[in-house]
């Protein structure tokens, strides 16, 4: 049966006329406040609940491993607080970031195993409480699961002068939840579209007067807008912290999760039929061209680590974090290849894959305050020491052809091949000796990194040794004015040693280094009244990277090259508010424009990056009563906007880049909050807007999330 279904046309302005009504919303609202309208009375205030105290960050330890305030770092950096995380009900990060500038998610679209994310253009590595997660040699991050988080940390540009092992679009990070000393946490049930049915909760506390702990755990069952898949995940995270004396603290960290998908993993289509036309018709969202019965992802992973300090004094303290990681994927996964010329049947290929994952992270760190009236100083020096070992096999073989549009599974059997191809194997050892200086000069910060590393890639399968030695640095100030007006410009340089070997000239990937400037204005609320938090930036910047590496997808899978330079450039605004506990807003523009300046194989150049939209609108507006009859109810919408974008970079296998079209969508969200519980509803994609996500080839289009709607109940404890 043929489906066809009309969609309106995209309107992204909608989305800036909606992201404009909104700035003047928070703008009279602020000022109504600093003028002294509207303010409640003492008696008033004494019924005003706090939905969201924490909403508008004000700090980060991801940009400069201190507590140096975000207006005073010489980089853009957005946090995704977990007051924003649970008032807008998001789930995953893919999810948090839709409303933050220099970003963008869901590149695979309703992946239920990672995180596919976008940075300035490259894609970012995932870091775990300041420590990097155990990549995979094909992905950035790990997938684990967002509920066990306090907060996503994006740092954009070239963060190696601190974190060694970076690409040059930046890196995120997420913060564990850690123990409290009073007793809190919360008990909830999810459920919502395509039977999403989850259980979580948290608990913290003190054991005793000088131990507190907490236990956050989750159990999730999922299917998926695809036919036929299933996905179940089990997360756990321990953690508590032990205050040894005034001036000492530790804290214990663990996680594991086990993930188990069946039915596909987030199969591909072919571009005719859902980019493209098609004789035949349009294929379905909903279609399944693998094998439901055979097709099957498992994964299971595990952390512990430890973070401890110590203050010598009031202006000396040593901190030191830790963690041991284990990280074991295994696939079987039958996959369309792409039509035969009667555009109905599909080919299809076999295809199991399996990656071990070994790695330890050792940061430690001795931070130095002094000075004068005139000039202070905060001095951060440091030593990284990591390892990590990844070894990673493959099979391929052609699958029994189905029908695309009457698909009947089982009527061939399959035979999995053996996983004789090595796709990689390779010990890698890194240590970085790192030193920061942050120069208070009056209301001028100056800020002074640099870093240098040592990297030692073996090669089990040839027995080469090769080694890498990488000094990198980072150079900004800022002026900060009384008003909370803080222009900044900075300069900075990223080292990246690449796992694997490039297919077409066999030898090892050479490391990637980039460079970037950046200049900007960031803005706090300082100068408004108390009920009003606000933080916003603008920005400025340009990266050049040499040997970036390109992962094809394509009938041979995961073929890997090394191409020569590539410059993204482009401009930044964001701003999230939280005015009188009842009004938020987050808004965001991003304006991204990369380019293949050399591809030394002759295929790319002059073409944009992949999954890089020139143009990404976004607009969330939510309000909450808190006094009055409608005490206790919220509301929010949001509208995103992204322009097309490449869906690859041409390739010996890929002749011909797909571009996928520029989308709006619009959320929503409805809630209340009564004593210790909260009920919240909310959609996804409001309209139902049907969208193809991303075609990395001809044969490997995804169709973007449908509507979700969600219904959360939860229980504070």
């Known amino acids: 049966m043929t489906v066809r279904q009309a969609y309106p046309r995209s309107h992204p302005q909608r989305a800036a006329l909606a992201l404009a009504v909104s700035a003047v919303c928070i703008a009279g609202a602020a000022q109504a406040q600093s003028t002294g309208a509207g303010r409640q009375s003492p008696t008033d205030l004494d019924r005003v609940t706090a939905i969201a105290p924490d909403y508008v960050p004000s700090g980060s330890m991801t940009a400069t491993k201190s507590d140096i305030p975000l207006i005073e770092t010489p980089q853009s950096i957005s946090v995704v607080t977990r007051d924003q995380i649970d008032l807008l009900s998001v789930t995953d990060v893919q999810q948090a970031i839709r409303y933050t500038a220099g970003i963008v998610g869901e590149n695979y679209g309703p992946d239920l195993r990672f995180d596919f994310l976008t940075l300035r253009g490259f894609t970012p590595k995932q870091y775990i409480d300041g420590l990097q997660a155990p990549i995979t040699t094909t992905i950035f991050n790990v997938g684990l699961d967002l509920y066990g988080f306090q907060e996503v940390d994006v740092l954009k540009g070239p963060a190696s002068v601190l974190y060694g092992n970076a690409p040059p679009g930046g890196i995120y990070n997420l913060t564990s939840r850690r123990a409290d000393t009073t007793f809190g946490g919360e008990v909830g049930v999810r459920v919502g579209s395509d039977d999403y049915r989850q259980l979580h909760g948290t608990v913290t506390g003190a054991l005793t007067d000088t131990l507190s702990g907490r236990v956050t755990a989750l159990v999730r069952e999922r299917g998926s807008q695809m036919d036929f898949v299933e996905a179940n995940r089990t997360y756990v995270a321990p953690t508590f912290t032990w205050q040894i004396g005034e001036a000492t603290q ?22 005719s039929g859902t980019l493209l036309g098609n004789p035949n018709g349009p294929l379905p969202r909903h279609r399944n061209l693998g094998e439901p019965d055979y097709n099957r992802y498992d994964r299971t992973q595990y952390g512990v680590g430890y973070d401890v300090s110590h203050a010598f004094s009031d202006t000396v303290r040593f901190q030191q974090n830790a963690r041991w990681n284990s990280y074991e994927e295994a696939q079987k996964l039958v996959y369309s290849t792409g039509f035969q010329a009667d555009q109905r049947t599909v080919n299809r290929s076999a295809y199991p894959y399996a990656e071990d994952v070994e790695g330890f992270a050792v940061d430690s760190r001795l931070s130095m305050t002094f000075g004068n009236d005139r000039v202070q100083h905060a001095l951060l020096a440091g030593l990284d020491v990591r390892a990590l070992e990844n070894f990673a096999r493959l099979g391929f073989a052609a699958a029994p052809p189905i029908d695309a549009y009457d698909p009947v599974y089982g009527a061939a059997p399959i035979v999995t091949p053996a996983m004789t191809n090595i796709f990689n194997d390779q010990r890698v050892q890194q240590a970085g000796l790192y030193l920061q200086d942050q120069i208070r000069i009056g209301r001028t910060v100056l800020t002074a990194s640099g870093r240098f590393d040592k990297v030692e890639l073996e090669n089990r399968q040839t ?12 150079a900004g100030a800022n002026y900060v004015f009384d008003s909370g007006i803080a222009p900044y ?17 066999g030898r090892a990937f050479e490391p990637s280094t980039a460079t970037q400037v950046e200049a900007g204005v960031k803005f706090d609320a300082r100068g408004f009244s108390d009920d009003v938090r606000l933080f916003a930036t603008a920005a400025l910047f340009r990266i050049d990277q040499e040997n970036l590496v390109n992962v094809q997808s394509g009938q041979t899978p995961m073929f890997g090259r090394q191409i020569g330079e590539v410059r993204a450039q482009g401009g930044e605004l964001e701003i999230v508010a939280r005015v009188r506990d009842r009004l938020s807003f987050n808004g965001a523009y991003s304006y991204t424009d990369s380019e293949v300046v050399t591809d030394q194989g002759g295929f790319s150049t002059g073409d944009p990056l992949p999954t890089t939209p020139k143009h990404k609108l976004t607009g969330f507006v939510d309000y909450s009563f808190v006094d009055g009859p409608l005490a206790g109810f919220g509301a929010g919408f949001g509208a995103r906007y992204l322009s097309e974008s490449a869906g690859s970079l041409r390739s010996a296998f890929n002749a011909n880049v797909l571009y996928g079209k520029s989308t709006t969508l619009y959320d929503a969200i409805v809630r209340y909050d009564l004593d210790n519980w909260r009920f919240a509803l909310n959609a996804s994609n409001l309209f139902d807007k049907e969208y193809v996500g991303r075609c990395s080839a001809i044969a490997n289009c995804i169709y973007g999330q449908g509507r979700q709607i969600m219904a959360t109940v939860t229980m504070k404890l």
């Open 250 to 271: 530790f804290t214990g960290l663990a996680y594991y999760q086990k993930d188990a998908n069946t039915g596909d993993t987030n199969g591909y289509l072919p571009a």
């Open 463 to 474: 027995g080469v040794t090769t080694k890498q030695d990488e000094f990198t640095w980072r």
């Open 489 to 505: 410009v900075s300069y900075a340089t990223s080292f990246e040693p690449i796992l694997g070997t490039d297919t077409a000239t």
